[in-house]
């Protein structure tokens, strides 16, 4: 998964220009091991079609935009800390915190390093590359993504016509930037090089300047001897922001939630969801033709077995369940003929003696039966216990008399129930 990094240029240069769209951006396309598979400077509408196809974008906010701050903050829980920082910041920032993004970063040498930035102009970077199709974005303050060497001030700088980005990272967690306007009659090195003696008067610093600068930088350093000492130039290369940037941990853009989440770009999915919901309405229209055809069939077989048994019994006049009640008739005719019922008490009780003492006879030591209770149309054998019943067996000798057994439960003792299948 390949990532794309971007400098972009600050809120006041986007703010200036009638289309900010156009600025150009250095930008270099980072593979997941780690290597640098292109590298350019290119305007942000040339590079949709990239963000596009690349997962993740990592957005390097210029210093100037982005307030780092190194503040004492008391033990609290995230979601404590998080209430408390516009109160802990209020004093250092000229706007209402309840205007800017803050994030907190880890606490080192007892202080806790804070990043700033205005939500209105993260909200529009994040509009602008979710409408460029980017999936995962990030937002670092530059002045943090730039490596340097313990005790050296590491000062990089962007033109932009005779506008400059000057981002200065002065230690390990802090960091400023500068935006300096170039005088017509000025050059950029002679400008950058006095901001930098004025704004670091005694510090050593590295001055990242692009390839093709270099000579002009150095020839304005040359011309101010007693600042050669301590201030040298070398040439800028992403090679340096992608070592600081990996090292980097305060992502402005989470603070925004789901404002910097890209929603489900349901384009690719159309034809689909279309040809899914077309095989959906065909299965419902052939279940719904498949119900209303069961159901009239239902309701002529229920109106034949009506029809069946008025016939039989014209006298009947309430037919709620034509099958139970021809059964009870049928039953009721056999009882008055003299007939017994495949459910009833005698023939039930019959079949068991028959299997009972077929079984029986196999067994080593068989229960001793304690009760018959005929209930519901079944018989409940309830055995002493004094043996293990034989159900298995019991099982298939009242299969073959077409009786059915279950076992019913008991706390105390095996209980059987036989009912007839017929």
């Known amino acids: 998964m390949s990532t794309l990094y971007i400098r972009l240029a600050s809120k006041t240069v986007a703010n200036s220009t009638p289309q900010w769209l156009a600025l150009a951006c250095p930008f270099a396309q980072v593979s997941h091991s780690g ?34 701050l190194r503040v004492q903050t008391p033990p609290l829980s995230a979601a404590r800390l998080k209430a408390a920082l516009p109160n ?48 995962h974005i ?3 303050p530059a002045q943090l993504c730039l490596s340097g060497q313990p005790g050296v001030v590491t000062a990089a700088i962007y033109q932009r016509d005779s506008n400059i980005d000057l981002t200065l990272r002065l230690s390990e967690q802090d960091g400023i930037g500068l935006a300096i306007n170039v005088e017509p009659d000025a050059t950029a090195a002679h400008e950058v090089i006095k901001t930098l003696s004025a704004v670091l008067p005694a510090a050593t610093v590295t001055v990242l300047v692009p390839q093709a600068s270099m000579h002009a930088y150095q020839e304005a350093l040359d011309g101010t ?45 159309r034809w689909p969801l279309v040809l899914a919901a077309a095989v959906l309405l065909v299965n419902v229209g052939a279940l719904n033709f498949d119900w209303w055809r069961m159901k009239n069939e239902a309701d002529s077989l229920r109106s034949a077995m009506i029809q069946i048994y008025k016939s039989a019994y014209p006298k009947e006049t309430v037919i709620i369940d034509p099958i139970a009640q021809m059964q009870q008739k049928i039953a009721a005719a056999k009882r ?32 001793s039966i304690a009760a018959l209770e005929y209930r519901e149309r079944g018989l409940l054998v309830r055995f ?36 007839s299948m017929l």
């Open 88 to 135: 802990l910041v209020e004093e250092q920032l000229l706007c209402d915190p309840a205007e800017c993004v803050i994030v907190a970063g880890a606490i080192a040498d007892g202080l806790r390093t804070i990043a700033i930035v205005q939500r209105a102009w993260l909200d529009q970077l994040a509009r602008t590359f979710i409408s460029f199709g980017a999936r």
């Open 138 to 140: 990030e937002a670092l």
């Open 336 to 367: 008055d003929s003299g007939q017994a019922a495949a459910d009833d008490f005698t023939a039930i009780t019959a079949a068991f003696s028959e299997a009972w003492a077929g079984v029986r006879a196999t067994q080593a030591k068989p229960p």
């Open 225 to 269: 001897p007693a600042l050669k000492e301590r201030i040298s130039i070398s040439a800028d290369n992403w090679t340096r922001w992608l070592a600081g940037a990996r090292g980097a941990t305060l992502d402005l853009m989470a603070e925004l939630g789901a404002a910097a989440t890209p929603k489900l770009d349901w384009r690719p999915w």
């Open 384 to 419: 002493k216990p004094d043996g293990e019943a034989p159900t298995r067996q019991m099982k298939a000798a009242l299969a073959e008399r077409g009786l059915s057994l279950e076992i019913a439960s008991s706390q105390t003792a095996v209980v059987w129930k036989i009912r």
């Open 35 to 68: 290597a640098i598979e292109r590298e350019g400077v290119a305007p942000l509408s040339e590079l949709s079609g990239t963000i596009a196809r690349i997962k993740r974008v990592v957005l390097l906010l210029a210093g100037g935009d982005v307030s780092v």
